[in-house]
Nanobody, 124 residues
């Protein structure tokens, strides 16, 4: 079993930055991909970014590419999401997800474990 805990969310003004962290405990995830998803009120959960087991491959949804950066530290069993130039459209609950397999699939169905989420609110 894997337990994921997100942190780093909060309230920020438009144009600001936040760094989300996701700490994993339990089964090691060093061989699996990890990802970040988000869900805004009234909307479906959407893929934001994914990273391969060794950090060599990343994938982003078009709306965040250039502004967001996903990274991981396998020694700490932690994945990060650096978010810059935030806009109100980025307001959502952000979820960390872990996948036992490889690749960086954008579908939530391909991820095996989920955190409880952390709220990110961007004011205009």
């Amino acid at each position: 079993q894997v337990h994921l805990v997100e942190s780093g969310g909060g309230l920020v003004q438009a144009g600001g930055s936040l760094r989300l962290s996701c700490a994993a405990s339990g089964r090691t995830l060093s061989n699996g991909a990890m990802g970040w998803f988000r869900q805004a009120p009234g909307k479906e959960r959407e893929f934001v970014a994914g990273i391969s087991w060794n950090g060599g491959a990343t994938r982003y949804v078009d709306s965040v590419e250039v502004r967001f950066t996903i990274s991981r530290d396998n020694a700490k069993n932690t994945v990060y999401l650096q978010m810059n130039t935030l806009s109100p459209e980025d307001t959502a609950v952000y979820y960390c997800a872990a996948r036992l397999g490889g690749g960086t699939p954008p579908s939530s169905r391909n991820y095996d474990y989920w955190g409880q989420g952390t709220q990110v609110t961007v004011s205009s």
